[in-house]
């Protein structure tokens, strides 16, 4: 059995409502495989996914007689599923060591989550790879001879329990620096692109352990690549003579055209697009940019491109602080204009994550909106928003839930979904049986 395990903790339902088809969401928690690929033993990387952490230990016996379990919690949303699972753990494995990271969680409120968790656990902030060499030696364990080169490469997929439930990510880059309001990332400079060589070795090493070819997310929470790049990744898909499918994510003002055609031949099959609003206003009290309408012609372009080249474009909406009705509509009219050129729509409204100062400071940035509050959730450590005087927490939610039903379809939806979310085993026929048995006004999507 394993010396040790690494868990991504689960949640005990969907955030997003109801559904069998919410259940069929897969996250790679490919920061935390990349910890465990690090390792030259065998360390099993177990996903909690949507379980009862008791049954979730009994379905992975391996927990019961390791010597340690690294315990990784993506979000505050994975609390509460963290707490009952070490309880659990804990009262069938009493020596077994913790160790628990997830720095969204841990690097600026350690103190204010604490007691969710047992007594004498480790906790460590930071990225993994900080941490995971001093990890390594205390339970004997070697670290593969390329470690220094390793940051961002080349995930071991034989050791992702249950791996044919998820498709392949391959983290292509880190951080953005772009200073939007809203992203945490804001201030973490972006990194350099890992190069078109890297990418295609960890593919055709996610590739030689699946059944099937998968479908590739290449992480990043700015794709930019630069002309240069585009062209030598192209140039090395060509050489191949064999393109894989996979998808991104960027701003709407990143890409060029003569980019997006070189990417669309590499295999570029979906982008997210992260458009947040239509409305000057907005996009200026976002800080996505200092020239609206400059942003928007720019965007119009993009989404354009996409769709002339065969990409599917997916656009993310943010309402934020300050909405009213007719920044709203803005929006609206922007996506009414562009219906026959983008493939969906992700409408959510802004949420405010945390504890003490960091939170104190949203509340008085937030307030200087009129009529714009926090809201206490049943999630410790976030907060809906009441974004106006028009628009409260309760109808952002009501209004994001029509724009995504109005903007796409069922059938996009579930292409869309295809790409790096659903399991690669779930139909479009079982989702759309699924989705029939929810009530229309909670569908994600149209019909």
Known sequence: MANVCLVSAGMMSPKKGAGRYRYMHRYLNYGLLGLSSAVSDYWPVIHGNFSNPSRF?????????????????????????????????????????????????????????????????????????SVIREIAKEYNAALIPEFDRFILSNLDYSKLKYRDEFHVSI?????????????????????????????????DRAKASRKFTPKVYLEASLFAPSEKWTTDFAKSVAARGEAFEWRTECRVDTLSEEKVVLLAESGMKVIDLGLESASPTQIAAMGKSKNPDKYLEKASQLIA??????????????????????????????????????KGVSAYPVLAFGFGNHLKRTQEDYSQTPGCNLVPTKTPGVWDVDLSREISSKSAKKICGEISRDFMSSSEYFYLKSFGYFRPDYSELAFQADLREVDEGQHPCGK
């Open 57 to 129: 230990i009994a379905e992975n016996p391996e927990l019961l007689t390791a010597k340690a379990v690294l315990l990784s919690v993506p979000s505050f949303y994975a609390l509460e599923w963290s707490q009952e699972f070490l309880t659990q753990l804990k009262a069938q494995n009493r020596d077994c060591h913790l160790h628990i990271g997830g720095r969204w969680v841990f690097d600026k409120y350690l103190p204010f989550v604490r007691s969710f968790f047992p007594d004498g656990a480790n906790f460590h902030t930071g990225f993994g790879e």
């Open 171 to 203: 983290e292509v880059s880190r951080g953005c620096g772009l200073g939007c309001y809203f992203c945490e990332e804001a201030n973490i400079p972006l990194s350099k692109l890992k190069s078109p060589a890297k990418i295609l070795d960890e593919f």
């Open 305 to 342: 491109s996409c769709h002339k080249n065969g990409v599917a474009a997916k656009l993310n909406i943010l309402l934020y602080p300050g909405e009213t009705n007719q920044t709203i509509s803005e929006t609206r009219q922007f996506l009414d204009q562009h219906k026959h050129l983008f």
